[in-house]
């Protein structure tokens, strides 16, 4: 009766040892996805770093410019925000609002549906090029009949005619040197045509 009890107080004994490690271990592991959920959810990368001087990144200058706000709101549901503050060089071809107004609004309005975020992020970086493109740069390459190599992995063609110079057929309206390269303002959205 006695070995009896005893191995029955052994096995209680190891059985709630065994039960309130694993029970322990599941709680611990239950936070630890928690956090990790919670740290997946947040927005990480160069930009969301808040920087309050300095010459802004082409990112913060789309962000402070009332003319772009339809950008930042595709870049934002695309979640491309850190190819546009990356060191750089890069270039980014920004079209304005009014440039988006001329895509059929059903059309826009798809785009920026979660389910279709892939496509939209490879319209936006087909808007970037990983170098350093000033104006007189893509003068030069105009002549030359040269193409820029887009983030998107396309290559888009630049020329130039009465003196206005275009990227792919889209006219650039304006630059802005900014801390990572340049931003050229395009009267259109860069489509892809294939």
């Known amino acids: 009766m006695k070995t009896t009890i005893k191995s029955l107080l052994i096995i209680v004994v190891f059985g709630c040892f065994i039960g309130c490690n694993n029970s322990a271990k599941s709680s611990e592991n239950s936070t630890n996805e928690t956090s990790a959920n919670e740290a997946s959810s947040e ?3 160069q930009a969301f770093i808040e920087d309050k001087g300095g010459t802004p990144n082409a990112l913060q200058l789309a962000i402070q410019s009332e003319d772009h706000t339809t950008l ?3 870049v ?3 979640g491309v925000e850190n190819a546009l503050v990356n060191v750089g060089p890069l270039t980014v071809f ?3 609002n ?3 107004a001329k895509i059929d609004e059903a059309t826009l309005n798809d785009l920026l549906k979660p389910e279709n975020k892939g496509t ?3 319209i936006l970086t087909n808007h970037v090029a990983p170098s350093n493109y000033p104006i007189d740069m893509l003068k030069k390459n105009a002549e ?3 193409k820029l190599y887009m983030a998107s992995g396309k290559y888009l063609e630049v020329t130039e005619k009465d003196g206005e110079l275009f990227v792919d057929g889209v006219k650039i309206l304006g630059t802005v040197n900014v801390s990572n390269g340049w931003v050229h303002v395009t009267e259109d959205v860069i489509l892809p045509k294939d």
């Open 94 to 96: 920004a079209p304005n």
């Open 120 to 122: 939209l992020a490879f």
């Open 72 to 74: 930042v709101t595709a």
């Open 98 to 100: 009014a440039a988006f």
């Open 43 to 45: 927005k990480t990368g």
């Open 144 to 146: 030359k009949g040269r």
């Open 76 to 78: 934002q549901a695309a």
